[in-house]
C-alpha cells in the first residue's frame, strides 16, 4: 500500500476523490427523446398520462426552472422533485408523488444510460490508498447515483461520500468541498484531492489549500495502471 509522504505528499492524512469519470466510467444521453419513450410507457402503469415529448419538454423545462430559483452561484436541483411534479400535475388516479419521483428518476436513468462501469485502474488505487480516510465529493444525485456506487462496489470503501443534490449547490462551490473536510475532520491542507476535470474538480480544490491530482496522474503515480 501507498505511503503519501514518501510519495511526496507531506502532511496528507487523507483522499477525496470525485466520482464520474474518476471512479466510475459512465455514459448517458437525456438529449434524445428515445430515452424518454420507455418512460412514459411505464408511467401508464404508474398512473401517470403523459407523451414522451411532453415528457422530454416538462423535465427540461422544470430543471430550468428550478436552477433559476436558486441564488447560489452553482445550484444543483434535487431530479426526484422536478420528476414529482410532473407525475402529480399528470395523474390520471391519486399517486404519492415523492415516492413516485424517486422512482421516476431511477427509471429515467436507466433509460438514459449507455455505460456504467468501474475504472479497474481506481479500483487498484483505492486498495492503495487504503490506509487512509476517504470521502467522494460528487455532482450527482443521491436518488440514483447512491445505488449506482453501491452496486459496483464502491460505496462502502469510503467512509463519507457527499452529493451536491444533498446541498442545492455544486462543484466549483468550495463549500461542498469544505463539508468534505469537515466530514473527515481534517484541514484542507491536510487531504488530497482527485479528479477528472480541472474546473470542477483540481481548480476549487486547490483554491481552498487541498494537493491535488488528475486521475490520470494519479493512476501513474501509483503505478496502478
Excluded at 404519492?96 to 438514459?112: I, M, P, V, W, Y
Excluded at 487531504?191 to 493512476?219: C, Q, S, Y
Amino acid at each position: 500500500m501507498a505511503n503519501l509522504e514518501e510519495l511526496g505528499y507531506e502532511g496528507i492524512k487523507g483522499v477525496i476523490f470525485d466520482c464520474y469519470n474518476t471512479l466510475i466510467n459512465i455514459s448517458t444521453d437525456e438529449g434524445d427523446i428515445s430515452s424518454y419513450k420507455p418512460v412514459a410507457r411505464w408511467l401508464i402503469y404508474q398512473g401517470v398520462r403523459v407523451s414522451p415529448e411532453e415528457l422530454m419538454a416538462e423535465y427540461r423545462r422544470g430543471v430550468k426552472e428550478y436552477m433559476e430559483s436558486r441564488w447560489e452561484a452553482y445550484p444543483e436541483v434535487r431530479v426526484e422533485a422536478v420528476w414529482g411534479k410532473i407525475c402529480e400535475r399528470h395523474a390520471v388516479w391519486e399517486i404519492d408523488s415523492e415516492a413516485l419521483g424517486k422512482e421516476t428518476s431511477r427509471t429515467f436513468r436507466a433509460a438514459t444510460l449507455e455505460r456504467l462501469q468501474p475504472f479497474p485502474q481506481s479500483e487498484r488505487l483505492l486498495q492503495e490508498l487504503n490506509d487512509y480516510p476517504k470521502a467522494i465529493v460528487s455532482n450527482g444525485q443521491r436518488v440514483f447515483s447512491e445505488l449506482e456506487l453501491r452496486y459496483l462496489g464502491f460505496y462502502d470503501r469510503f467512509e463519507h461520500v457527499i452529493f451536491s443534490s444533498d446541498f442545492g449547490h455544486k462543484k466549483p462551490d468550495p463549500r461542498i468541498f469544505l463539508e468534505a473536510a469537515r466530514k473527515l475532520d481534517l484541514e484542507p491542507e491536510e487531504l488530497l484531492a482527485i479528479g477528472d476535470n480541472f474546473d470542477n474538480d483540481i481548480v476549487p480544490a486547490a483554491r481552498i489549500g487541498m494537493k491535488t491530482l488528475h486521475i490520470e496522474e494519479a493512476w501513474k503515480r501509483f503505478n496502478v495502471l
